[in-house]
């Protein structure tokens, strides 16, 4: 297990050790899972000090450089992808998606529309991407991530604006809340048997309530792609969405489906007015 | 025998009835984004895997009334799913409902199976730590479900409280309708074997949990 060997792991383990010395089972469980976050957070302090000790930030480089390559049929780079806001123009984007887009006829989040953009402007050959688009333990970060780590953190400190004005968005929409509240597979599980309360955890990790528009929305939502201590790399949108219904006992689902595009309208709506902060550091 | 054709009935009769609550979205628009999303499960995931990939897409009856009503079903219906899951219970054949309270431990404590990364025929875990807590030395444990530290003793290990634990187990809309709990026996996830066990962590005297 990777988490094992984890800052926030180490802490918690050594919170741990200390307790069970003092003979405080009793009370250690709740100081375990607060030490835990409170050891990110003491990271993100130091972070806040000092912003370039994210190492997220290594993946915004170099999705800045991979953005800016000629490549494909066509050999162009990416820099005239519309994000929503216009041919070229990333500032803000992320924080008003997925939106509908009128070349594609679909709603698409950040990294659906980079891959329509690689397709449709470059001429790329996605398929080998879209397999690699989640980079494995002791992998290099996948195109996917860094691209999606450089476009999103252009939209930080930007508050989250759901775009729901377009019939194909408000149906997305719909079908997102229907999919946080669907009950399937061998466990019976939805999203909402996790993330349905506040202040619940699973073993130790403290667990968002993304029924609900606020704070915990907020934090949860507007601060991927992520570095995440746990397994030392930029994980995205796409990939938390596929990894909770992998927990979920479901089948591998689409990388950019209708079916995640939806939830993240569904999940950007309840973090609305929240802060893009990317790569934010998680668990 | 009346009442499980009748409470089935009325359960299959919501199920199907559309959308329940709020929600702008018909049933037909879900399925339809599901169906493109999950494209060809059952060649994309491992092969061999039970329930199969394709079928857990498609929710049953309980997963169907229980979605739509967002785990509230009204009084009636409440009724009716718990008279079926106490229906659906089956019981080991000699009758002895508790275990080896040391293997419920472990199967409380692993968390693997059934995922498309577990191995296939491997027997799954339970992963009651993931939302309770149990042993008290265990402090890794969540709080999704209610506490179960000294289960058995404030049930003074009694009969009744045995078997009411082995059905909350086997199938937990036994006792409260659209529970969070996955369904481990009706479900096929652990075994009757694997139930008493865990039915022993719970309520056997000599298991840690009642120390």
């Known amino acids: 297990m990777a988490f094992r060997h984890s800052f926030a792991a180490r802490l918690a383990s050594a919170a741990m050790g200390l307790c069970a010395a003092l003979g405080l089972a009793g009370l250690a469980s709740e100081a375990v899972a607060q030490d835990a976050t409170k050891g990110i957070e003491e990271y993100r302090k130091m972070m806040a000090a000092d912003p370039f000790s994210n190492p997220g930030l290594l993946a915004v480089d170099a999705g800045e450089a991979l953005w800016k390559t000629a490549r494909g049929t066509k050999n162009v780079s990416l820099e005239t992808c519309d994000l929503g806001k216009g041919p070229g123009v990333l500032k803000g984007a992320m924080a008003e998606m997925p939106r509908y887009f009128a070349d594609a006829d679909k709603v698409m989040d950040v990294e659906r529309r980079i891959i329509w953009c690689m397709e449709n402007i470059q001429g790329l050959d996605t398929k080998d991407i879209v397999k690699k688009a989640f980079s494995g333990a002791g992998q290099d970060n996948s195109e996917m991530e860094v691209l999606a780590s450089y476009v999103s953190a252009q939209s930080n400190g930007m508050p989250v604006v759901p775009q729901l004005s377009h019939p194909k968005e408000k149906e997305s929409y719909d079908i997102g809340e229907a999919l946080f509240y669907t009950r399937a597979g061998p466990h019976d599980f939805s999203c909402q048997t996790c993330h349905g309360s506040s202040g619940t955890r699973i073993r130790l990790q403290e667990l968002p309530d993304l029924s609900k528009p606020g704070k915990e929305a907020q934090a949860a939502v507007a601060t991927w792609p992520a570095y995440r201590v746990s397994t030392n790399s930029i994980k995205t949108m796409q990939h938390r969405m596929s990894d909770c219904y992998r927990q979920m006992r479901m089948p591998k689902v689409g990388f950019g489906s209708d079916a995640v595009t939806a939830l993240v309208v569904y999940l950007m709506k309840q973090a609305e007015g929240g802060e893009v902060n990317v790569p934010a550091l998680k668990r | ?211």
Not at chain 2, 89 to 97: I, M, Q, R
């Open chain 2, 1 to 211: 025998m009346n009442k499980i054709i009748i409470a089935s009935a009325l359960l299959a009769l919501v199920a199907t009835s559309g959308t329940a609550l709020a929600g702008g979205a018909s049933p037909e628009a879900v399925e339809k984004v599901v169906a493109s999303s999950w494209k060809d499960p059952n060649t994309k995931n491992p092969e061999g895997a039970k329930p199969d990939w394709a079928s857990r897409l498609v929710q049953d009856n309980l997963q169907k009334a229980c979605s739509q009503t967002r785990n509230q079903p009204t009084k009636d219906l409440a009724e009716e799913i718990v008279a079926d899951a106490k229906a659906s219970v089956k019981f080991p054949e000699d009758g002895k409902l508790l275990g080896d309270w040391k293997n419920g431990e472990k199967i409380a404590q692993d968390g693997r199976g059934q995922r498309y990364n577990d191995k296939v025929g491997e027997p799954s875990g339970g992963n009651c730590y993931a939302c309770h807590q149990i042993d008290k030395k265990e402090l890794a444990y969540g709080t999704i479900g209610p506490s179960l530290a000294e289960y058995g003793k404030l049930r003074d290990f009694k009969d009744d409280a045995v078997k009411a634990t082995y059905e909350k187990i086997y199938n937990s809309h036994s006792t409260i309708a659209c529970s969070n709990m996955p369904r481990f026996g009706a479900q096929g996830i652990l075994t009757i074997e694997q139930i008493k066990d865990v039915t022993a962590l719970l309520m056997d005297k000599e298991s840690p949990v009642n120390k």
